[in-house]
């Protein structure tokens, strides 16, 4: 399997994340991934469908990490490497006609930093419906949050190649990698709060 060299040659960040929106980012994981289990027994949103939403999302940020191990998981799964490199380039030449909504409100969540208009959702629920834009919106926000690390971690591992990112510190870098392990958990519980509580108040 060949990954695409293009991955490996970044050498300056498309986005860069603060440590809160990290934080914000790992508070959703609980749900998403919750929902993303439920896809997996009940195959609404096919799993190839899901590579190419969160390739998309990747695309934006721009995390080479997060690209290199996606390209990997689609290769797999039997995507051609023309297909991959047209995604990571948000070109759009391969874009199924029956996605192409959903894959550009990937692009625009990962363009509003995890933030999509509220409209923007509305029309995915118009689209395929409330339970499938639940799981397009959940494959677009554990993406989001892998891209969040990866991106440091990629700067990172450029820097010990001697390829530092321009504009980047290892301060910010390491700084992000380490508080990334610090905050996970909290953020985790904190996000399982976040559910068990709108169990509890979810009107009948």
């Known amino acids: 399997m060949k990954i695409p060299g293009s991955i490996n040659s970044r ?7 603060s440590l809160w929106e990290m934080y914000r980012s790992f508070v959703m994981i609980p749900t998403a ?17 899901v590579e190419r939403l969160q390739l998309a999302v990747t695309e934006v940020n721009g995390c080479a990490a997060c690209s290199y191990a996606h390209t990997y998981m689609a290769l797999k799964k039997g995507m051609s490497n ?5 995604f990571l380039r948000g070109d759009g030449i391969f874009l199924k006609k ?17 933030f ?3 409209d923007a959702f509305e029309s995915i629920i118009d689209e395929y419906g409330k339970e499938k834009a639940e799981i397009i919106l959940s494959a ?21 190649k001697g390829k530092p ?11 992000m990698l380490v508080a990334g392990f610090i905050v996970l958990p909290v953020a985790l519980i904190h996000g ?11 009107p009948v």
């Open 33 to 49: 991934a919750a929902r993303m289990i439920g896809n997996n027994r009940k195959k609404l949103v096919d799993t190839n469908f």
């Open 98 to 114: 029956e996605e192409a909504k959903a894959i550009v409100f990937a692009q625009h969540f990962a363009d509003s930093r995890g």
């Open 11 to 17: 050498n300056e960040y498309k986005k860069k994340y």
């Open 165 to 175: 990112y321009k504009e980047s510190t290892l301060v910010y870098e390491l700084g």
């Open 140 to 160: 677009c926000r554990i993406m989001i949050a892998g891209n969040i690390y990866g991106i440091p971690f990629s700067a990172f591992h450029s820097r010990l």
């Open 82 to 86: 023309e297909e991959i490199t047209s």
């Open 192 to 202: 399982i709060l976040k559910v068990l509580l709108d169990w509890i108040i979810k």
């Open 116 to 118: 999509p208009k509220k």
